[in-house]
């Protein structure tokens, strides 16, 4: 897995610049996720729990595209991403639509809770399927690159670096210059203006929760070959995409680019200085003196509701 | 209408409702403690005993969660907190389990001053947050600190009883639920109880009514915090092995989800509602693989459709019913 | 064009319209005055969809539009701009501005009503690429009316235009609804400045606790004895 592999990666190199590449590379995937988690949050006021099982949506996806109907590593993954953005259109119409019809002043936290039922019952639900079963692929690209001399780095982690920083500019680009994009920045502004203008919100929060539904599942398709795909592969992920979220200020997108590879370095280093069980205490320890010294994170949020529930 | 108090029975009716046991609740543990009697299966006895365990726990997340409106997404952290305190205790100092379980409840009702402390400036999820890492910081610590804790191969954890029936757990944490309910219920129904709540619907309109907020704050966490670590020592001692796994967050979502199903802010709802799911996930040894799945879909079906949960609908059942006795 | 009839709305359980109703004819400037509290402000919410109506029906144009949710009310071609605007602050005024045009699709549509808001409101050409929340008062106020006409309403609804506005800008915003009301725009105007918006307005609505008490002329209204007493004598 994952970790081990990294274990010898350190053995072999204990390099300053190594550390780094590791933690970029690891953040590449932190800022994708948690720009699909400040995204919900702040255009639904949705805290998202359940966003590491779409990122599990996507691996499967994407290893029964690759390896069971033999697609190409492009087409695998894109056809994940698409079908993690239905699985979300599909979700919020199920779950979140009838919330919001029936729920108004007690909406953060019931919301909240609904995406902790949601993610106990899909885990167990892709259990249920698949069983516990790793489902992975050694590589989807048989080369490596030579990022420095005598420095090789498998082109799976590139390209999915690449991947996630596409689809982050892609999505900036969507938000920022098209119709929709500028609808769903309209909605996390201001609800009732939103409305007067014409815009649908029940479309555009279908909308919103599709696109972080697919960033994740893109995560997780793009990534396969690291971490495969079996029921609680999401855990992870959406820890450290929480960790982003909340050391940035929850619902800052922009934020959330920068603080994936914060919190992806940090932990690389965190890792080479002080092992595997540690890491996670001085994770979480510096969580809890940012959340202690700046609780809307360090850039701040615009996001006034959270407050007031 | 006046109406003078004569009749003894009615005098001790209205001491035990104060304690806010009902005709009704009585005769449920009544029930409960004659079961042994009757019968004789081990394993049923055994499964009564852990629903009561969970309910007890619901009941103490439910005191955090329904009142002061913060969910403690931690708390599982914190169950198992109390857990390892009362087993390390007993088995690298050798002392009496019994000293154990209450040390369990001083370590981490410490911890839990200590997170209402780190959560007094935060607001709303921003607490939730909170504390669901400073549970995680603890089941990290837990693994992280293998030589103490022997991380996942587990810790073996001595017996609180030297006699292994199930009856006398049974027994005992049926007493330890229905004084914690007694307990819980006093400070819910008193002036303190009042400030949990007025917390709880509007932070700042209570602050500014001249209700301070910090010392219930920190209170309440502290006594929820309590609560679960001493459960969690029991625990320890019932199982008889821990890993740090206890402390995972899909533990504290199973209790939230029996805290939630059982109706917030109600804290009986979750006892009913893991007398409920618990001996039927059992019973049935099909539905176990299902057993997670019910658990999610039932907390998000509440959440959309009935907020209120088990006690909102037992409330509105025995409202009808007395309508439709009142009627001629 | 817009017909309501015996409205009754309200917020949950407070009930503020009990019988209200009015009519605006195409090209026609109506203003709805009275005092704070008299349902104003909720005989528009109904109006445009933010509250549901709890008896009486609202038509526009024929249809029966009691209801519906407010973007679709939008969609049929009424625009209301609220007492506190609801601008996207975050956002450029240019973006806010094409947001008003949401429903339309045509880019060349667009552009054309995005020329005629500035030539209305120079100001806001000028600052098209600030954000919204870095502007005046006088100037949001007319960033939101901007985006109330993108959408190139049939019907314009405004509460309060000039609420909190220094002087020259409340002038500004009341010259630029009559140059607007000049073009055929059809207007229902709420204000609490009566004298100002009667000179203004073709006819007037007096509503008093949830109620029309009072309806006709502009002339007829200012000479009317009841609201000298009771408005313009005040002032």
């Given amino acids: ?309 | 209408m006046e109406r003078k108090v004569t009749s003894p029975l009615l005098t001790a009716r209205l001491w035990l409702s104060s304690l806010g046991l009902s005709p009704e609740i009585l005769a449920c543990i009544l029930g409960l403690a004659l079961v042994p009697a009757f019968v004789r299966e081990a394993y049923i006895v055994r499964l009564l005993a852990v629903s009561l365990l969970f309910g007890a726990l619901a009941m103490a997340f439910d005191f955090t969660g329904g009142f002061i409106n913060a969910v403690n997404f931690g708390f599982a952290g914190f169950v198992g907190l109390g857990a390892y305190t009362s087993a390390l205790i007993t088995v690298r100092l050798g002392v009496n389990p019994w000293i154990g379980l209450i040390a369990a409840a001083l370590v981490t009702g410490l911890v839990g001053m200590f997170t209402g402390a780190l959560t007094l400036p935060l607001r709303g999820i921003y607490v939730s947050l909170m504390s669901w890492f400073v549970g995680m910081a603890l089941m990290a610590l837990a693994n992280a600190m293998v030589d103490l804790t022997r991380g996942a191969r587990g810790l073996i954890v001595p017996p609180l009883f030297e006699s292994a029936s199930t009856v006398t757990h049974l027994y005992f944490l049926l007493g330890l639920t229905v004084l914690l309910y007694i307990g819980l219920r006093l400070i819910i129904r008193s002036r303190v109880g009042l400030a949990f709540r007025a917390i709880g619907q509007n932070y700042d309109a209570a602050r500014a009514s001249g209700v301070n907020p910090t010392l219930y704050k920190v209170l309440n966490f502290t006594l929820s915090s309590a609560a679960a670590g001493l459960l969690g020592g029991y625990y320890g001692h019932f199982v008889g092995i821990l890993t740090p796994d206890l402390m995972d967050t899909w533990h504290t979502m199973e209790v939230m989800a029996l805290a939630y199903i059982g109706g917030a802010g109600s804290l009986l709802g979750g006892v009913f509602a893991a007398f409920l799911f618990i001996p039927l996930f059992d019973s049935l040894k099909s539905l176990m693989e299902y057993r997670l799945i019910i658990y999610g879909l039932s907390l998000v079906l509440i959440m959309i459709f009935y907020p209120a949960g088990l006690a909102g609908l037992y409330q509105v059942v025995k409202t009808k019913l007395e309508f439709r006795k009142r009627k001629p | 064009m817009l017909e309501v009839n015996h409205l009754q709305a309200g917020y949950d359980y407070l009930q503020v319209l009990w019988d209200v109703s009015l009519s605006v004819q195409p090209g026609e400037f109506v203003a709805l005055i009275g005092p704070n509290g008299a349902g104003k402000t909720t005989t528009l919410r109904a109006i445009a969809g933010l509250i549901a109506p709890q008896a009486g029906t609202i038509a526009f144009e024929g249809r029966s539009i009691g209801g519906w949710p407010a973007h679709h009310i939008h969609r049929l071609g009424i625009s209301f701009i609220t007492e506190d605007l609801n601008l996207f602050e975050g956002m450029s005024v240019g973006d806010n501005l094409y947001l008003g045009a949401y429903s339309h699709r045509d880019s060349r549509h667009i552009r054309a009503r995005l020329q005629m808001v500035y030539e209305l409101f120079p100001i806001l050409a000028e600052r098209k690429r600030q954000l919204a929340g870095t502007l005046s008062g006088g100037e949001r106020r007319m960033l939101a009316i901007g985006r109330g006409l993108m959408s190139q309403p049939k019907l314009l609804m405004i509460d309060e235009p000039s609420l909190g506005l220094a002087p020259k800008a409340v002038r500004s915003v009341f010259a630029a609804l009559e140059a607007l009301h000049r073009q055929g725009a059809t207007i229902l105007l709420v204000e609490q400045n009566v004298n100002q918006t009667l000179s203004l307005a073709d006819r007037g609505y007096v509503m008093e606790h949830g109620r029309v008490a009072l309806q006709g002329a502009s002339a007829e209204l200012l000479q009317h004895e009841y609201l000298k007493d009771t408005y313009l004598g005040a002032r």
Wanted: glycine share 12%.
């Fill in chain 1, 1 to 309: 897995m994952d970790l081990a592999m990294l274990q010898n990666f350190f053995d072999l190199n204990a390099d300053v610049i190594q550390v780094a590449l590791t933690g970029t590379l690891r953040g590449g995937l932190y800022a994708l996720m948690a720009v699909g988690l400040a995204l919900v949050f702040g255009v639904m006021n949705i805290c998202h729990f359940a966003h590491g099982e779409f990122y599990v949506i996507g691996a499967y996806a994407a290893y029964f595209a690759h390896v069971v109907f033999g697609l190409d590593p492009i087409l695998s993954i894109a056809s994940a991403a698409m079908l993690s953005f239905l699985a979300g259109a599909v979700a919020e119409k199920i779950f979140f639509l009838p919330l919001r019809r029936r729920s108004k002043n007690e909406w953060v936290i019931n919301a909240f809770l609904l995406t902790a039922g949601l993610s106990v019952a899909l885990q167990s639900l892709f259990k249920l399927i698949w069983g516990v079963r790793y489902r992975g692929i050694t590589q989807y690209w048989k080369t490596t690159f030579e990022v420095l001399p005598g420095m090789a780095v498998a082109a799976d982690r590139i390209v999915a670096l690449g991947i996630a920083l596409g689809a982050i500019f892609l999505l900036w680009l969507f938000l920022q210059k098209t119709r929709l994009g500028r609808a769903i920045r309209a909605v996390s502004q201001d609800e009732r203006g939103a409305m007067l203008v014409g815009i649908d919100l029940d479309q555009i929060y279908m909308l919103t929760f599709a696109l972080g539904s697919m960033l994740a599942g893109l995560g997780g398709a793009s990534l396969l070959s690291l971490t495969p795909a079996y029921p609680f592969a999401g855990n992870k992920p959406l820890i450290s995409s929480w960790f982003v979220v909340t050391i940035v200020g929850l619902g800052n997108v922009s934020g959330a680019v920068l603080g994936g590879f914060i919190v992806g370095i940090f932990e690389s280093v965190a890792y080479f200085a002080l092992g595997q069980g540690w890491q996670d205490v001085a994770s979480l320890g510096m969580l809890i003196l940012l959340l202690l010294f700046k609780p809307t994170g360090l850039f701040g949020t615009q996001i006034k509701s959270v407050w007031e529930r």
